[in-house]
């Protein structure tokens, strides 16, 4: 038996009756993770440390107090806390950093015997749509190494599709869960602003970062929400709402549902083979006696420069502590001090980081503040009015997660405008801190993966997984050979 093959929620009873050990999952594992290292998902691997911790667990199973993860065999994007783990946000300027202490998520998978296999490789400080963007070298994707794994969690996702982990943390600004977990065939949560705690998280962009987890499941990924999910003293914009304990256990049927199509989000910009498989996923859910309504988001084509200008001014400001004094790259050709600051950002950060801290400043300039910035906050506002009013209207929106399927390394290297229209369907849930799910809803005519996004109200996850595993039962993925 390949154990490999099998979801958390399928091997987790088999670990429990003795079927199978820890140590024998985190073995095939490290196989994989050593036959895998062309897709170049992993910065970090914690090899010694899962073998040591496997056996740990196995010892806690046979005493039968093992917790509710025990065997979860999770992976890390490099831009979350792991103690005396480097934390490298695959920049040049964190290379040698070397966390003090775990992000409060990470002390959550831990408590319930979660095993950490690796820290992954990701775009640098989480700014990019393709994982290109990453001083340890780009990501390829497991199902054609040809294309992109998506971004910014790209080497998360990576991991997961090519079976070198069971799950992976993610963190997702303006889409950087759902994009990837789609372009690789999974399913990927960005939960509620506020649900998870940030704390130990390097900030890109603090108004929109959320943690959240990728799965080849709905149910793996709504197990691992429900252990990081909860208010954390620690972040001041941690959320105090308590979600059941149990998410199936009061599933809606699919014909009770009403589901709203906004009709902004299917323009002719959309790849045919996209808009084929989530105009079939919608059909079905017809057929099974759902009742489909368009919708309008009035605001939602200005989504994407309100995004990146509120996300790069946040940016400017979050990366501003890193100057090479108190840790990070330090140049040794500095010949003053204006120089010295100068020589650490400039060699320490690559070229998309300073493209959005340049725009970043500009936009909370003098003189452009007014122009820029507080136009697009004042768009936010109308955005989040829209969501509001759709969902007096529907119970979810449904919408596809990328308007393309993987796109080609390289393709969109040096247009940066294209690559930011990548995110055309999924920084909407960021600005409004809504929480959506992409999940794989067919293929395309290469075979690669087709995303379907899923929307709610605030704090609906519970809700979202039970239409995503209804979801699941008539589109499931597909098997995916180890890259």
Do not use: W
Request: proline share 5%; charged share 20%.
């Amino acid at each position: 038996m390949d154990v490999t093959r099998l979801d958390f929620s399928q091997i987790h009873p088999l670990l429990l009756n003795g079927s199978v050990s820890c140590s024998r999952i985190v073995r095939d594992y490290l196989k994989n993770v050593n036959e895998g290292f062309p897709l170049n998902a992993f910065i970090s691997i914690l090899a010694e440390d899962a073998q040591i911790r496997a056996q740990k667990i196995d010892a806690k199973i046979r005493q039968k107090r093992a917790g509710k993860l025990a065997g979860l065999v999770v992976a890390v994007k490099d831009n979350i806390l792991v103690k005396g783990i480097k934390t490298t946000c695959s920049s040049k300027m964190l290379a040698d950093f070397v966390a003090p202490y775990n992000a409060t998520v990470i002390d959550c998978l831990l408590k319930e015997d979660a095993i950490l296999i690796g820290k992954t490789n990701m775009d640098e400080f989480a700014m990019g749509s393709s994982n290109e963007n990453s001083f340890f070298g780009a990501v390829k994707n497991p199902i054609d190494h040809t294309k992109v794994p998506g971004g910014s969690s790209g080497g998360s996702a990576a991991a997961v599709a090519s079976r070198q982990a069971m799950a992976a943390l993610g963190s997702d600004t303006g889409g950087s869960i759902r994009q990837p977990a789609a372009f690789c065939g999974l399913v990927g949560l960005k939960p509620t602003y506020g649900s998870v705690s940030r704390y130990g998280l390097i900030a890109y962009a603090s108004s929109f970062d959320q943690i959240g987890p990728i799965a080849r499941s709905v149910e793996d990924c709504a197990k691992i929400f429900s252990v990081i999910a909860g208010h954390d003293s620690r972040d001041s914009t941690s959320s105090t709402h308590r979600y059941p304990a149990q998410f199936f256990s009061d599933i809606a049927p699919v014909s009770s549902l009403k589901i709203g199509v906004p009709k902004q989000f299917f323009s002719n910009d959309i790849e045919p083979d996209v808009k084929r498989n989530i105009e079939s996923s919608v059909e079905k859910l017809r057929q099974k006696g759902a009742q489909i309504i368009s919708v309008s988001l009035p605001h939602a084509d200005y989504s994407v420069p309100a995004y990146y200008i509120i996300a790069t001014a946040e940016a400017s400001s979050n990366l501003a502590r890193f100057d090479g004094v108190g840790y990070g790259f330090r140049s040794d050709e500095a010949k003053d001090i204006g120089n010295f600051y100068a020589k650490n950002r400039s060699q320490g950060f690559g070229e998309e980081v300073k493209r959005r801290i340049l725009l970043g400043t500009f936009v909370l300039s003098r003189g452009y503040y007014e122009r820029y910035y507080r136009k697009a906050q004042t768009i936010r506002s109308l955005i989040r009015r829209d969501f509001s009013a759709a969902f007096q209207k529907c119970d979810f929106l449904i919408t596809p997660t990328s308007p393309t399927t993987a796109f080609p390394i390289a393709a969109r290297s040096y247009d940066p405008l294209a690559m930011y229209l990548s995110d055309v369907f999924t920084v909407a849930a960021n600005l409004t801190g809504l929480p959506a799910l992409s999940i794989p809803c067919g293929q395309d005519r290469d075979g690669l993966p087709v995303g379907l996004q899923l929307m709610a109200p605030r704090f609906a996850e519970p809700f979202l997984f039970s239409v995503a595993k209804a979801v699941e039962k008539f589109c499931p993925s597909g098997e995916i050979e180890n890259g």
